[in-house]
């Protein structure tokens, strides 16, 4: 199959910014150069345009009024405000990685656009991502998928996760054999497990950095804990622990996918600021060593990808907990921080050649199927 050239683009519920990365793809397999030590270098350029104060506090109004939406075309509040932000912040972000890159619009085939998630209850069938595909097709000059959860949704499936089908062309890439534990930690924690027969199912783990990136917000005005420095200096309360753990959701088998709002840093409110931030980071970790209790097979190795990978102390506890080697997505050539945003330039191109995106062990959606909006410059 032809390689394309992709353009992938995430805003994730931890609220930072803007995520460019440009991938060769043909949907099936991804164009990668291994470096003498045998990994993989990075797959292509990539971006990043960060949201200042002010975007995050519109962004996180959005999230509150989203709660009065009843139908996935609703935007109650300031939500329009927020989804013409959106759109433009995404524009403006892919502009600038083309400018810095030495690329016109012509060099690239598609782009993959998720918006920003306001609303998602599966159990509604419903999931709400923020931003106009068609107007940024307009703005940009190439042709733009987006809304890729509502097919499944609709669907019944659960809308989520949607980067396994990239993890295993990824895995598949690398060479990897046997049992392998994918990790991505963004506000929501979602895990990759591919068998060694190559089977793979997915489903989020719970919450990832959102709570501690929520509760340093509230407690030092920082937006997140630099390197876990501040939970390493607490100790985690095991009672709440204990009692955060006894969830339903972590007993359901997956497919399942968590809303950001499902758990709130409000739960260690009696604690000091460091006990908190201890709290919420095992939290995040032992909720990624529940998900064990679903595998058919336990993982002999894990790759951690997302912010989290970039909190020491959340890879020492899922270290401890998961007894298994574990190593970032940098360390082997992948991207911890860009991950995201090349699966869905990924995804753009299964989209546009109507392959499956979803699968019945990945979303629990019946069959395998495909997804996206296309939306052309000139329509």
Known sequence: MTMMRAI????????DGVDVALIETDGEDVKVVRSHNGYLEPLGPTGYRGYTDEDRELLRRALS??????????????LPEAEAFVTAAH??????????SGLSAAD??????????????????MSVQIGDGAALS?????PVVSDLRH?????????APLVPVFHKALAKAAGFEGALGILNIGGVANATLIAS????????TGPGNALIDDWMRERTGRPLDDGGRTAARGRPDEPLLAWLLTHPFFFRRPPKSLDRNWFSHKLAGQLSTEDGAATLTAFTARAVARALDHAPEIPTRWIVA??????????????YHLRAEITTADAIGWSSAYLEAQAFAHLAVRSLKGLPITFPSTTGVREAMTGGVLARPDA
């Open 138 to 142: 307009r703005r940009l000059g190439i």
């Open 108 to 125: 690239i085939d598609v782009i993959g656009f998720h918006g920003q998630t306001v609303v998602h209850r599966p159990d509604q069938r």
């Open 306 to 319: 997302g912010g989290g990978a970039r909190n020491g102390e959340l890879v020492r506890l899922l270290n």
């Open 151 to 159: 097919a499944d949704i609709a669907a019944g499936g659960q809308g």
């Open 197 to 204: 027969n190559g089977d793979v199912i997915a489903f989020d």
């Open 8 to 15: 992938g683009l995430m805003s994730g519920t931890s609220l």
């Open 91 to 100: 524009a403006e972000a892919v502009e600038a990685f083309l400018a810095a």
């Open 65 to 78: 009024d989203s709660e009065a939406v009843v139908a996935r075309e609703d935007r109650p509040g300031c």
